[in-house]
């Protein structure tokens, strides 16, 4: 696992959204996460309880789809990456994101 993840290593385009969703961690802890990110290949959340680490499996669970394997692949303070155990449909990588767009700032 690395601190940070290069924009040149992803394999799929990144999308911002908005979305709640539940991590769920193979020691049996659960978390209340931030989706800010989504790629068929993976994903990006902010938590409330960093301290996250790769020797554990996870599953993630986002409104309307069932839960997905992912592997933490790096942290960073209160965020980390995570990739899909198998990549998400093109469409339903679109629909997820159109359903959950990213928050704008009305400054």
Request: hydrophobic share 35%; charged share 25%.
């Amino acid at each position: 696992m690395t601190k940070g993840y290069s924009a040149e290593r992803r394999k799929a385009v990144r999308h911002e959204t908005s979305m709640k969703g539940i991590l769920d961690c193979s020691n049996g802890s659960r978390s209340k996460v931030e989706i800010v990110d989504l790629s068929t290949s993976g994903f990006n959340a902010e938590m409330a309880q960093p301290g996250l680490t790769a020797d554990s499996g996870f599953a993630i669970r986002m409104p309307g789809l069932e839960s997905l394997g992912a592997e933490l692949c790096w942290t960073a303070s209160e965020r980390a990456g995570f990739r899909f155990s198998h990549p998400l449909h093109p469409a339903v990588l679109d629909h997820v994101v159109r359903a959950h767009p990213a928050m704008v700032d009305d400054e």
